[in-house]
């Protein structure tokens, strides 16, 4: 023990050009048992950082797992996703390794109480505004499907859907997720498309074209939502998507719902039918 605390009084204080074997040394030691020895390794890494001008988020990375949530979101995951695609890799293992560990161990000591759960990693990646890392690392972080199962990620989904303003990445998060599992089309049309419709999603550029999308490749599930759009969206929609024009028709003709749309929809609809009769 006093071995470990005078090696971490050397590595709290390295010299310059040595921080390569400080982190070494931080490292070896948090694979210790020891939950002292884990706290006291945690308190000099985030001493080096916080020298560091909180910037060399290199140090933290070892101690991810015993990190709390505020810890953590903010400006170290800011700055963990701009490293190679394999460092936040092994990084968001650590985190999501030690998240499966406290639900199976609830009592485990050396984790605290308000560690960082899979649903908390993927919010706070949303919350970044450096869209095309934070693109990245959620794909990074999705891939660990034993954790990200079909389960876990439809309620990230409902979760992220209910946020306002609703993320920016979220639409592209969403598509990925139905690529990775089909099996979430049907709750995603039914619950989490109509919760971006209470948010006037049609108001946003960004989530509009990923709702379009999603529309398109997912019709005719997809029509339900876009029956709970106001007329005016309805008809942005399908001029933009205009092939999915006669299948939306055949899905209102089959479900009988022609009589619950607007006037003005109905209208657009029978003109849009016959320019495409008209060319055949």
Same mark, same amino acid.
């Given at each position: ?11 709290? %204080? ?5 921080? +390569? ?14 939950? =002292? ?5 945690? /308190? #000099? /890494? ?20 015993? *990190? =709390? ?7 170290? *995951? ?37 560690? #960082? ?11 970044? =505004?450096?869209?095309? %890392? ?18 876990? &990620?439809? =309620? ?6 209910? @946020?306002?303003?609703?993320?920016? !990445?979220? +639409?592209?998060?969403? !598509? !990925? ?15 989490? *498309? ?12 960004? @989530? ?18 876009? +029956?709970?759009?106001?007329?005016? /969206?309805?008809?942005? !929609? ?10 939306? &028709?055949?899905? @209102? ?24 009769? /008209?060319?055949?």
């Amino acid at each position: 023990q006093q071995e470990r605390k005078e090696l971490l009084k050397l590595t709290q %204080n390295f010299p310059q050009g040595a921080d +390569m074997v400080a982190l070494r040394v931080i490292r070896l030691l948090m694979d210790e048992k020891d939950v =002292t020895a884990k706290k006291e390794v945690a /308190a #000099v /890494a985030k001493y080096i950082y916080a020298k560091s001008g909180n910037t060399d988020v290199r140090f933290l990375i070892p101690i991810l797992p015993v *990190l =709390t949530r505020t810890e953590l979101k903010g400006n170290v *995951l800011s700055q963990m996703i701009k490293l190679k695609e394999e460092v936040i890799s092994i990084s968001f293992k650590k985190i999501l390794v030690r998240a499966r560990e406290r639900q199976a161990h609830p009592l485990r000591q050396h984790l605290p109480d308000d560690s #960082v759960t899979p649903g908390d990693l993927i919010i706070y990646l949303h919350e970044i =505004t450096d869209f095309a %890392n934070a693109s990245k690392a959620i794909r990074v972080a999705l891939n660990y499907r034993e954790v990200y199962t079909a389960e876990a &990620v439809a =309620t990230i989904l409902t979760q992220l859907a209910q @946020l306002q303003p609703t993320p920016k !990445l979220f +639409m592209r998060t969403l !598509l !990925l997720c139905l690529q990775m599992h089909p099996n979430l089309v049907t709750l995603s049309c039914q619950r989490v *498309l109509p919760q971006l419709i209470s948010h006037r999603v049609w108001e946003d550029p960004i @989530l509009w074209a990923g709702f379009l999308k999603c529309v398109k490749e997912y019709h005719p599930q997809s029509f339900t939502a876009v +029956m709970q759009l106001p007329d005016a /969206a309805q008809i942005s !929609l399908l001029k933009q998507e205009s092939s999915i024009v006669v299948p939306f &028709v055949e899905y @209102l003709q089959k479900q009988a719902r022609t009589a619950s749309i607007s006037q003005r929809l109905v209208e657009f609809l029978r003109e849009e039918v016959g320019k495409r009769k /008209a060319k055949q």
